[in-house]
């Protein structure tokens, strides 16, 4: 007696991971779709999937290479939207009446904390004018929505910081003078909305040749009998 096989529907749907951090760019993937079939031999390719749901408009299903994977189409932020509901369902590769219906599936946003890096230095002439450009605070984690500012070391109020960027410039340059102070070292303290990191950077001075500003004569009179 020879039992026939019989075309059965997909019984689950499974994605590898259900979390991604807030700085993983725009296209990446967020985990890998997996469907169970009772049928030994189904490969499953991103046309059987149909995504759905309430954020489904945020992701791509995907083929890469012999994977099908989940892509998210956004930069993410944590601070502004810490998790997306979407489902994905099912149609059999040889019978698309063979269904398993929408799975729902909730992808979580992980918070990366910003870091400003440690050991910054920048420099910039005694003449430089108002408004010049000193450094870029360089950081590392979330890069959404910062906020700079200078926290102490600026008691000469000759530097400015960029707010959204972290750029340094030269806000007035009345006391930038290499012969009073030559270095100055500004605590400088961002936060993404959720936490607050803070930093030294050093910022030195160099000295710009000038020209002489005056003569004096040590005597101005001398004797008749002066040899």
């Not at 259900?18 to 967020?30: F, H, L, N």
């Not at 729902?104 to 910054?120: G, L, P, R």
Request: avoid cysteine; hydrophobic fraction near 40%.
């Amino acid at each position: 007696i020879s039992i026939t096989n019989v075309d059965e529907a997909p019984t689950a749907i499974a994605l590898s991971a259900t979390s991604v951090a807030e700085t993983s760019s725009a296209g990446s993937s967020v985990g890998t779709i997996t469907v169970t079939d009772p049928d030994s031999g189904e490969d499953y390719a991103a046309a059987d999937l149909t995504l759905a749901g309430t954020d489904a408009a945020s992701f791509t299903i995907a083929d890469s290479g012999d994977d099908v994977v989940l892509q998210h189409d956004n930069a993410l932020d944590y601070e502004t939207k810490t998790s997306y509901a979407i489902t994905i369902a099912a149609d059999d590769p040889d019978d698309s009446n063979l269904a398993l219906g929408a799975q729902a599936f909730t992808i979580t946003v992980t918070d990366v904390e910003i870091t400003i890096t440690a050991s910054q230095t920048g420099s910039i002439a005694e003449d430089a004018a108002d408004d010049a450009a000193v450094m870029t605070v360089a950081t590392t984690g979330d890069t959404d929505d910062n906020d700079f500012a200078i926290a102490s070391g600026n008691g000469d109020s000759i530097f400015a910081i960029a707010a959204a960027t972290g750029a340094i410039t030269i806000d007035d340059n009345s006391n930038l003078d290499y012969d009073t102070t030559t270095s100055y070292t500004l605590g400088i303290s961002v936060s993404d909305g959720d936490a607050t990191d803070t930093e030294n950077v050093v910022i030195s001075i160099t000295n710009v040749d000038e020209a002489p500003t005056a003569i004096a004569l040590s005597a101005t009179s001398v004797a008749e009998t002066s040899s």
